[in-house]
């Protein structure tokens, strides 16, 4: 099930942090998605509100690191 929030250019910064924090709270929404944030808002402030449990995607700077070395520390494993 997927559900779609379309949020007025001029969005309260406290409404859109409230969605997000509705939608991290609801078990049916696996990972909730950050698109094109408004002018006025923090666009790293509004991704990082995503539950690192739900940033499948590693959009949040907890879960960035994390994709980036998966991605690129293969090398740093010892050959066995």
Avoid: F
């Avoid at 923090?42 to 959009?59: C, M």
């Amino acid at each position: 099930m997927s559900s779609h929030h379309e949020l007025p250019p001029d969005v309260d910064r406290s409404d859109v942090l409230r969605l997000i924090d509705r939608l991290n709270g609801d078990p049916a929404v696996a990972h909730p998605l950050s698109a094109a944030t408004a002018e006025h808002l923090d666009p790293d402030e509004v991704t990082n509100r995503i539950a690192s449990a739900k940033d499948v995607d590693g959009l949040t700077s907890i879960t960035r690191p994390a994709r980036t070395c998966i991605a690129g520390c293969a090398h740093a494993r010892p050959r066995a």
